[in-house]
T-cell receptor, first 110, second 113 residues
Framework: RKEVEQDPGPFNVPEGATVAFNCTYS??????FFWYRQDCRKEPKLLMS???SGNEDGRFTAQLNRASQYISLLIRDSKLSDSATYLC???????????FGKGTTLSVSS | IAGITQAPTSQILAAGRRMTLRCTQD?????MYWYRQDLGLGLRLIHY???????GKGEVPDGYSVSRANTDDFPLTLASAVPSQTSVYFC????????????FGEGSRLTVL
């Protein structure tokens, strides 16, 4: 089993739709969790951290479920500019580098 | 504002040649990383450095070496390039290895023929 797994998609949604991505991780001792965004042929950039209590940033909501070992990202009212690849990122062990999932591709159309 | 600078941005290389990808950051970050990104495989960690003078192996270190002589520079060397090393290489840095925000360079696209 891969350490971090995501549904690759693509998710094709119309503008205004709500879309959710899930990501599972294999190590129950994983320390911290993040979502990154990567635009086509660009470098990844941090979108948001994922906290145990869940957190929201505008139209984006991130959730963590430690019991089931997954994190989620919910995007409400999708915009054309949300089209990108969303990367689930996990810190498996303290003192080690982040591990990236393969990414989920989102395409928002008008 | 520079952040992280990678060079070259693109390179075509004959198999068997030696190649060094350069990475420099001006944010005084302690930790630096090299990832490669391949279609269908995502970003995979090659090597990392928690602080100047130390390095560690990532998921796919074979065929690559790194050094961290100072805080700012973290070059990645392919001693004898092979076609399977054709990829996009991203250098990144962070304040510490346990912090979540990595700052990436724009990537180096390497083709080994």
């Amino acid at each position: 089993r891969k350490e971090v797994e995501q549904d690759p998609g693509p998710f094709n949604v119309p503008e205004g739709a709500t879309v959710a991505f899930n990501c599972t991780y294999s190590n129950s001792a994983s320390q911290s969790f993040f979502w990154y965004r990567q635009d086509c042929r660009k470098e990844p950039k941090l979108l948001m951290s994922v906290y145990s209590s869940g957190n929201e940033d505008g139209r984006f909501t991130a959730q963590l479920n430690r019991a089931s070992q997954y994190i989620s990202l919910l995007i409400r009212d999708s915009k054309l500019s949300d089209s990108a690849t969303y990367l689930c990122v996990v810190n498996i062990r303290a003192g080690t580098a982040l591990i990236f999932g393969k990414g989920t591709t989102l395409s928002v159309s008008s | 504002i520079a952040g992280i600078t990678q060079a070259p941005t693109s390179q075509i290389l004959a198999a068997g040649r030696r190649m060094t990808l350069r990475c420099t950051q001006d944010m005084r970050h302690n930790a630096m990383y090299w990832y490669r990104q391949d279609l269908g495989l995502g970003l995979r960690l090659i090597h990392y450095s928690n602080t100047a003078g130390t390095t560690g192996k990532g998921e796919v270190p074979d065929g690559y070496s790194v050094s961290r002589a100072n805080t700012d520079d973290f070059p990645l060397t392919l001693a004898s390039a092979v076609p399977s090393q054709t990829s996009v290489y991203f250098c990144a840095s962070s304040r510490g290895v346990d912090t979540g925000e990595l700052f990436f360079g724009e990537g180096s696209r390497l083709t080994v023929l």
